[in-house]
């Protein structure tokens, strides 16, 4: 188990997954001081082993401990997921025609937007019902004040997207990105089925996990 690894890990780990629930939480101060000593951050981290994080967190050879959380910082999940969920609403995105809405992704979105409408990357095809259902969600989120349903609605396909493709193909990411969000959020979601195809996800995550994170 590499110190550095572990200590990286939990600078980033939402303190929600510290504990079982709200009423057996570990206090805050309690968890600062175990983050600060080498003995607390093992027990921390043999817990989240134990529950959340047993493909993240499972002993490794040499630099291979907690290596997802290392290649994956914060920004590059977040930029992954967002490019998922951009790209899973495609279908809605390139149906969408009307100049308010397209101005306003094409603020909110920047390169996703670019992303969304390029059929070579995913051809957009769905089922009517699920084509129907990712408009009108997009549509809800586009009558909004501000774009934060809208990034919040992206945000939670990407997610499940890259969970389902994750559990399979990169289990240590899959345990990262829940750490990375309060438990609640994972707890409480819809069962989201992906419908965007496995090799497109891969090509995202591959796409992802080689740009430079001042790119």
Known sequence: MSAAALRAVLAETDASWHGLGEDER??????????ESAIGRRLLGAWLA???APALLAPQPGAGFAAAALRWPRAR???????LGALAYA?????????????????ALDNAYLLALDSQVWDGKVQN?????LGEHL??????ADDAPLYALL?????AELRLWAERRDPGLADWARLLLPRHLHDEAPALVAHLPPDVVERLHTHHGARPLSA
């Open 26 to 35: 570990i206090a805050p101060e309690l968890l600062a001081a175990g983050r």
């Open 50 to 52: 134990a529950e959340a």
């Open 77 to 83: 999940v977040e930029r992954l997921v967002r490019d």
């Open 91 to 107: 279908p809605a995105i390139r149906a969408e025609v009307r100049r308010e809405p397209v101005r306003r992704l094409k603020q």
């Open 129 to 133: 019902q699920l084509a129907l259902q």
């Open 139 to 144: 549509d809800r989120a586009l009558r909004a």
């Open 155 to 159: 945000d939670l396909r990407g997610r």
